[in-house]
């Protein structure tokens, strides 16, 4: 039976009520279009759930203090019995464990930017599980709010082959294009899976990284939403985040700076990548 695994830090810390829980009943609507099933993932009361509920997904939606949950967080969410939100990291370590091979998400996390003269990297655990989980992960490139050239040199650091699915370059998030190499470049769930295929039957325990560009109507040129994206992580700087605090912050910023835009972009290539996710599962449970 193919599968799809999705994140709920979406849910919880990516996008307001109720857009966030619209958002997580159309990606797993459109999982199942494509003849595949969902499982949307999480902690409720310290429980992992492999398969949110429409009650639990809402829960998610709308309580307060969801622990949003990396790797580092999931034991301390478990043992206190708190409702956790997965992040990229932390959905690829529990898909994994229950026999999940494909997981659709909207963006990684990566490298994040720093100001000039700092020594210091802000490094997500979403690299570090792409390097440890053998998934398919199919999504629009790392967050455009990141370091994009860092991000893609530690990719390959870590070993992850990265695949440009219909483009020859890694998009970034909200647009096509980033100037950045893909390793290869496929157009069609079949090519996808026989990657895959390829990578398992040579042992090899990284994810496969497909890189989606966001639909042509909803995406935002570099040009136009660089701009946008300095000034929210200069604010950021300002106000001194660090950690699990930058992405949230970062993506509401842009929220308001562009009008909504950029969650009209974030929604329309989340819904585009469930889709393209369900294809490959059903190529590669075929």
């Given at each position: 039976?193919?599968?799809?695994?999705?994140?709920?830090?979406?849910?919880?810390?990516?996008?307001?009520?109720p857009e966030n829980e619209q958002a997580a009943l159309r990606l797993e609507a459109a999982v199942c279009a494509e003849g595949a099933t969902p499982h949307t993932l999480g902690l409720i009361g310290g429980e992992v759930v492999v398969g949110l509920d429409a009650d639990q997904i809402r829960h998610l939606a709308t309580a307060e203090?969801?622990?949003?949950?990396?790797?580092?967080?999931?034991?301390?969410?478990?043992?206190?019995?708190?409702?956790?939100?997965?992040?990229?990291a932390a959905t690829m370590h529990l898909a994994h464990r229950a026999g999940l091979r494909v997981f659709a998400t909207g963006g990684i996390?990566?490298?994040?930017?720093?100001?000039?003269?700092?020594?210091?990297?802000?490094?997500?655990a979403d690299l570090t599980a792409l390097g440890r989980y053998p998934l398919v992960v199919v999504c629009a490139g790392a967050k455009a709010i990141l370091d994009l050239r860092a991000t893609r040199e530690a990719l390959e650091t870590q070993g992850v082959t990265v695949v440009g699915y219909g483009t020859d370059e890694?998009?970034?998030?909200?647009?096509?294009?980033?100037?950045?190499?893909v390793d290869v470049r496929c157009d069609t769930p079949a090519e996808v899976a026989a990657l895959a295929r390829a990578r398992d039957a040579l042992g090899l325990?990284?994810?496969?990284?497909?890189?989606?560009?966001?639909?042509?109507?909803?995406?935002?040129?570099?040009?136009?939403?660089?701009?946008?994206?300095?000034?929210?992580?200069?604010?950021?700087?300002?106000?001194?985040?660090?950690?699990?605090a930058v992405t949230p912050f970062l993506l509401r910023r842009l929220g308001a700076l562009t009008h909504g835009r950029s969650l009209d972009t974030n929604l329309a290539l989340l819904e585009q990548n469930a889709r393209i996710a369900a294809q490959i599962a059903v190529a590669l449970a075929g």
């Open positions: 039976m193919p599968t799809v695994a999705l994140e709920s830090t979406v849910i919880a810390h990516g996008l307001p009520y203090g969801v622990r949003k949950a990396s790797l580092r967080d999931l034991p301390l969410v478990a043992a206190q019995g708190l409702d956790g939100a997965t992040t990229v996390g990566g490298v994040h930017r720093t100001a000039p003269g700092e020594a210091t990297w802000d490094v997500s890694m998009p970034a998030f909200y647009s096509a294009t980033s100037g950045l190499p325990p990284q994810a496969l990284l497909v890189t989606v560009p966001p639909p042509a109507e909803a995406a935002v040129p570099v040009a136009e939403i660089e701009p946008v994206i300095a000034e929210a992580v200069a604010e950021m700087e300002a106000l001194g985040l660090r950690s699990g």
